[in-house]
């Protein structure tokens, strides 16, 4: 669905330069109104962290707008996964193979340890420490391409159908296997998995929040909380949220305060 359906008010273009216009948004007005909500003092340092903590929230809440427009249909998104699987157990089995050509390992173990690996940085686990030395080289990294395989293939969400056991080739009948209440209970758990794969209306506010959290438990002394509600405000009372939604209608006018503490809800 198109971002201008799902965020009408957005105030950042998806399809140019975000970071810019995230910049744009965080002027010291802004930042100062949002330390007096979550009383932090005036330091430089702490504002700076403020700062970085807002736009790192921001960068979320944009992200998150990514990806509730550009979701695809559960059928695409199990088409991509089996092809990881597969590629996974095909690549595996190449690996395995190997061991029937005399010297080939060898060669390969080589190539790998005397060539540098520009895609692996400093700090990374790159090729050559994942490889074995002399025969079977490559057996950690085949239990891992394994391992890969088998969790693609169950990240896969497939509809249950009832399950036959049966010799066709010989004419025996084949008889059900499972009960209907097995089936039921097992289309229950799809069905759940198929819903909980969908980003909820409030992805974005959740994104913002769960990134700006810790900012906020590192500099204010108010609590991570959606507060409680108080009859004279006909609202929750929450510097939390009256933050979060100072700082959202910057860069979604659509975002209201009662969806924000239903957000924290969630993640307290």
Not at 33 to 47: F, L, M, N, S, T
Not at 192 to 209: G, M, V
Not at 234 to 254: E, F, M, N, P, Y
Request: aromatic share 6%; hydrophobic share 35%.
């Amino acid at each position: 669905m198109p971002a201008d359906d799902l965020y009408p008010r957005l105030a950042i273009n998806l399809d140019e330069d975000t970071d810019l216009q995230i910049e744009a948004i965080l002027g010291p007005a802004l930042i100062d109104e949002v330390a007096q909500h979550a009383d932090v003092p005036q330091d430089g340092e702490q504002r700076g962290v403020l700062r970085d903590g807002l736009r790192r929230a921001f960068e979320a809440y944009v992200d998150a707008c990514s990806e509730r427009e550009g979701q695809r249909s559960e059928k695409e998104d199990n088409r991509a996964l089996n092809r990881v699987a597969k590629a996974a157990g095909q690549l595996e089995a190449a690996l395995l193979d190997l061991q029937e050509f005399p010297g080939v390992e060898a060669r390969l173990e080589r190539s790998i340890r005397n060539r540098p690996t520009p895609l692996a940085h400093s700090e990374s686990l790159d090729l050559p420490k994942l490889i074995g030395t002399r025969r079977n080289i490559f057996a950690d990294i085949r239990d891992m391409l394994i391992d890969l395989q088998v969790y693609g293939e169950d990240a896969v969400n497939r509809e249950p159908h009832p399950v036959w056991i049966g010799a066709v080739e010989s004419g025996e009948s084949a008889f059900r296997f499972d009960s209907d209440e097995e089936l039921e209970e097992r289309r229950k758990a799809w069905r759940a998995r198929s819903n909980e794969r969908k980003f909820p209306k409030d992805h974005a506010i959740q994104e913002f929040l769960r990134t700006f959290r810790p900012t906020w438990d590192a500099l204010s002394p108010h609590p991570f909380t959606h507060g409680m509600y108080h009859k004279d405000a006909k609202q929750t009372v929450s510097r939390l949220v009256d933050a979060s939604h100072l700082s959202l209608q910057k860069i979604d006018g659509a975002v209201t305060r009662q969806a924000i503490t239903t957000a924290v809800r969630k993640l307290v």
